[in-house]
């Protein structure tokens, strides 16, 4: 019910595709949300996206967000 009012009333927006470089393929929607909602960094724990070199935004590690940012 809540989807449909939402829907009735917004405008739906397919995201486009715009990153397809990165060392696994299931891992390009990463950059692209990333892109596209104008991200600063991406957070995760993959070794190859840590090391990955043509990475359009910095990967940090949950490590390196933690003590940026306590909790």
Do not use: E
Not at 1 to 26: E, R
């Amino acid at each position: 019910m809540l989807v449909n009012l939402i829907t009735s009333v917004g405008i739906v927006k397919a995201g486009k595709a715009v990153y397809a470089l990165s060392p696994d393929h299931k891992d390009n929607y990463l950059f692209d949300l990333g892109i596209q909602n104008n991200c600063v960094f991406i957070i995760s724990d993959d070794l190859k996206l840590l090391s990955f070199k043509m990475k359009p935004l910095p990967v940090q590690s949950c490590n390196w967000f933690l003590k940026q940012f306590p909790l």
